[in-house]
């Protein structure tokens, strides 16, 4: 990796004036001098500084409202700083508002030749790579079209088609980008993916920890409009997760440590961090983790309570490690005798795809009669093999209604829980399946 600066943010602030009723705004211009400030400000960012080298890839994170958006909007040139300075080295393409620079009157292909431009591509060499961007937005006989007539699909498609094909020496990339179908969205992952093999310099604001720890090289955690942690994506990342999981009264005490922690160079103590002793296996229980989607259904006769994960010992946790064996159990309380009973989990994503899950029996082959009263634990037992990221977990009891079979209660999203970075991971995907893998170099003929 070269030694040379791709990106320098030197002590950028960002303020903006807030002006309580509209025509405050044309007193602060009209007597500027009067005496008294019509407006008060919003720090969106204060004093940051960091730098980016060029061919690395770096991740910035942070909750909403952190000031991240703002951030890279200074670095490339579409917000003035209110302080600081930015040094940009190298051909940059922006992928944060797709299609902010377009003509609703012009055709896609004018579209195509003024935002090239303004991208800093000749004529040219937008005529050269004009096939190629067509190609890949792919909205056929609607190129030469005004774009107002375009879907708001087809509108990103081609602005992410002309951003993508400029060949930038930097590429910035903000998470909102969702554009158009899955099969869309994974060719434009493979080509920033080509971008960064290439020696491109990403900087980019993301959500997913398993994105930021497999693919950056650091990573960069704002809060409040402040830098609060910068270095390893795995170190960022799990400080991230504490605040963004904190109890909301316990935030400032945790923004504190991570910045004592960051100025000191001295972690975070396990105690301190967690609430709850950590495992053997190093997985603990964080109490900030918890589910905010939880969708209960209506209860015939049975009551799903505590579900939860534990380690074999019977240990609480919601951070996993990789690789280790646990526990998704909980207790139904029937309120009225049922018959034919199974219980069942589901794990699924953040985007709700289902991953994995199971049931206690085969159809037909639960519980004969469970008497009102009485109660049934279940204990599943599972291997961590997920990727680094967020989960959630379903939880479901089922008996017979006649030969029917129906849901007696049934639990979405009931518990979340997190699986922690792993840089030693060589799977790929969402699930690891212990793939063997034997790499044998052959000499070549004599």
């Known amino acids: 990796m070269s030694s040379e600066l791709a990106i320098r943010v030197d002590g950028v602030g960002k303020a903006f004036a807030i002006y309580e009723k509209p025509h405050h705004r044309l007193l602060q211009q009209l007597f500027p001098n009067a005496g008294r400030s019509w407006h008060r400000e919003f720090h969106a960012l204060r004093d940051i500084s960091f730098e980016v080298r060029r061919g690395e890839t770096i991740g910035i994170v942070g909750r909403n409202g952190s000031g991240k958006s703002t951030l890279l909007q200074i670095i490339c040139g579409t917000l003035t700083p209110s302080a600081g300075s930015v040094q940009v080295h190298g051909r940059i393409a922006a992928l944060l508002e797709l299609g902010a620079g377009f003509n609703p009157e012009f055709s896609g292909r004018e579209n195509v030749y003024l935002n090239a431009t303004v991208l800093g591509l000749t004529r040219n060499e937008i005529d050269e790579r004009f096939d190629a961007i067509a190609a890949f937005a792919d909205i056929g006989e609607f190129m030469d079209q005004p774009v107002k007539s375009y879907s708001s699909g087809m509108y990103v498609r081609l602005a992410f088609a002309v951003a993508i094909n400029v060949t930038p020496d930097i590429l910035v990339v903000d998470e ?85 922690d960051s100025d000191s160079g001295v972690a975070i103590s396990t105690s301190d961090a967690r609430g709850d002793g950590e495992a053997s296996d190093g997985s603990y229980f964080d109490p900030g ?143 690891d399946l212990g793939i063997g893998v034997d790499v044998t170099l052959e000499k070549k003929p004599e």
Request: aromatic share 8%.
């Open 176 to 260: 909102a980008l969702a554009v158009g179908d899955e099969a869309f969205q994974r060719k434009c992952h493979a080509r920033i993916e080509r971008l960064r093999s290439d020696g491109a310099t990403i900087l980019f604001v993301s959500h997913s920890a398993g994105m930021v720890v497999e693919l950056c090289n650091r990573a960069v955690l704002l809060d409040r409009g402040e830098l609060l942690a910068q270095g390893s994506p795995r170190h960022v990342v799990s400080r991230y997760h504490k605040l963004l999981y904190a109890p909301a009264a316990r935030v400032d005490e945790v923004r504190a440590r991570i910045r004592a």
């Open 289 to 431: 983790l918890v589910s905010q989607s939880t969708l209960s259904y209506p209860s015939l006769g049975a009551r799903i309570a505590d579900p939860h994960i534990q380690t074999p010992g019977g240990q609480r946790v919601n951070v996993l490690r990789p690789g280790s064996e646990y526990f998704y159990t909980y207790t139904v309380h029937f309120e009225r005798a049922a018959v034919g009973v199974r219980c069942g989990m589901l794990f699924r994503t953040t985007t709700g795809l289902d991953l994995a899950g199971g049931v206690s029996a085969r159809a037909g082959e639960g519980l004969d009669v469970v008497e009102a009263g009485s109660h049934v634990v279940a204990r599943f037992r599972f291997h961590c093999v997920l990727a680094p990221g967020a989960y959630f977990a379903n939880a479901g009891v089922l008996g017979l209604d006649g030969e029917a079979e129906q849901y007696l209660d049934r639990r979405i999203d009931v518990i979340m829980f997190r699986v922690m970075p792993d840089l030693d991971r060589l799977a790929t995907g969402l699930v």
